[in-house]
């Protein structure tokens, strides 16, 4: 169990860290801290592109990992004598 443990400890840390990543990546909707630092001068394109597209389901995908491993190390946790 404490394979699992580890194992479950370290997909978080990886995970998390993907995560910040791949929400940095994103671009700015504006009116926010974007607008603040220049995120504010873009492009009037209305349509996302398929990059931001592919960036939008890895976000997902990762969160929903960094999600599958909390609880995994919660039930662990509770359930371990």
């Not at 169990?1 to 479950?8: F, H, K």
């Not at 978080?12 to 504006?30: N, Q």
């Not at 592919?54 to 919660?74: R, Y």
């Amino acid at each position: 169990m404490d394979i699992l443990r580890i194992a479950l400890q370290a997909l978080v840390v990886i995970s998390s860290l993907f995560l910040v990543l791949l929400i940095l990546l994103h671009k700015g909707k504006g009116g926010g801290l974007s607008d603040m630092f220049g995120g504010g001068v873009s492009s009037s394109l209305s349509g996302s592109s398929v990059a931001e597209k592919n960036l939008n389901k890895l976000t997902v995908i990762a969160g929903l990992l960094w999600i599958v491993a909390i609880l995994g190390l919660g039930l662990i946790v509770r359930f371990q004598s």
